[in-house]
């Protein structure tokens, strides 16, 4: 039994293991399908084991939250500050995060969209999370000469856009969606990208394709 097992043997298991199963458990099913037996026995170990790491089942779902914040914001946010000569190459630098699950987890922002939905504290983190992804990509346009104003629709376009992808679960093969890229792009720049541009932004994804 999971109880029996030596220190060494990892009978308590690791604080990044309980957070990936419930991770898994969040995605599958919800906020309400993450409780601590359950992801003992999906973990192969005891109840007792998780308070190792945890002091409750609310300091769990605060890791949960915190590896949404780093990894879809904070990767969001560094994907805008990319060095790029032109703004369709910094576009196109953001659009990596909507086709690289590594860089953004879209199955991780609708449960956490959701989740929000019933939870205050989370709601309000997540207008933060909005907000700053909204500024970066705002940012983004400002430092290409584009004024406030268009900056602004032309960061909300970006932005809602994705979110409407995600909220309404898109299904759509990664060739259809590298198919869009070029028209995606002129639409939120007001620019057609360039063969090289394109080209660089397709050698990224080539491994990925086919």
């Not at 605060?62 to 369709?88: D, F, M, S, Y």
């Not at 659009?95 to 449960?111: A, E, K, M």
């Not at 969606?177 to 394109?198: C, H």
Request: hydrophobic share 45%; glycine share 6%; aromatic share 10%.
């Amino acid at each position: 039994m999971a109880e029996d097992r030596a220190p060494g043997q990892g009978w308590r298991g690791t604080e990044e293991g309980w957070i990936d199963a419930a991770y898994d458990m969040l995605v599958e099913g919800g906020v309400e399908a993450v409780k601590i037996l359950p992801l003992a026995r999906r973990l192969g170990l005891s109840r007792t084991s998780f308070y190792w790491h945890f002091a409750d089942r609310e300091a769990l779902l605060a890791a949960l939250v915190r590896r949404w914040q780093e990894k879809n914001t904070g990767n969001l946010v560094r994907q805008t500050e990319l060095p790029a000569a032109t703004i369709n190459a910094a576009v196109l630098n953001l659009i990596d995060c909507w086709i690289t699950p590594d860089l953004f987890d879209s199955p991780l922002d609708r449960v956490m969209r959701n989740w929000a939905r019933t939870d205050p504290a989370l709601r309000t983190a997540f207008a933060a999370a909005d907000a700053a992804r909204l500024a970066a990509i705002r940012a983004m346009f400002l430092r290409h000469g584009y004024g406030r104003d268009e900056a602004d629709v032309r960061a909300s376009a970006v932005y809602l856009t994705q979110v409407g992808y995600i909220d309404l679960e898109t299904a759509e093969t990664l060739e259809a969606r590298l198919r869009r890229v070029p028209t995606y792009v002129e639409i939120f720049t007001g620019r057609p990208a360039t063969e090289a541009e394109l080209a660089a932004f397709l050698r990224r994804h080539a491994g990925r394709i086919g």
